[in-house]
């Protein structure tokens, strides 16, 4: 089992800048590439940014491509998304999740758990 806790959202001026954390329980974080969804009310949750495993590689939704980054510490058992250039089309609530399906099977929406999600507001 493995439960996972956001933090780091909040309200930010677009252009601004926010960094997420997911802290995760257990023993076997690093067996388990990482990933961050969002969704708004009346849309259905979409993906945003996944690492791998290893921390080796990433992949990124459009949308996010070159303003928004995963990272990861293994030994904190923590991962991260840094989000620059934010815009009011961000808005969402943040989502972290852990799958042993890699980087697809996140990019498919496919997760093994899920954490409770975190508010990002961009607003002036």
């Known amino acids: 089992q493995v439960q996972l806790v956001e933090s780091g959202g909040g309200l930010v001026q677009p252009g601004g800048s926010l960094r997420l954390s997911c802290a995760a329980s257990?023993?076997?974080?690093?067996?388990?590439?990482m990933g961050w969804f969002r969704q708004t009310p009346g849309k259905e949750r979409e993906f945003v940014s996944a690492?791998?495993?290893?921390?080796?590689?990433?992949a990124d939704a459009d949308s996010v491509k070159g303003r928004f980054t995963s990272s990861r510490d293994n030994a904190k058992g923590t991962t991260y998304l840094q989000m620059n250039s934010l815009n009011p089309e961000d808005t969402a609530v943040y989502y972290c999740?852990?799958?042993?399906?890699?980087?697809?099977?996140?990019?498919?929406?496919?997760?093994?758990?899920w954490g409770q999600g975190t508010q990002v507001t961009v607003s002036s």
């Open positions: 999740a852990a799958s042993d399906g890699g980087l697809r099977g996140l990019q498919m929406g496919m997760a093994n758990y």
């Open positions: 257990g023993r076997t974080f690093s067996m388990y590439a």
């Open positions: 690492i791998s495993p290893s921390g080796d590689f990433t």
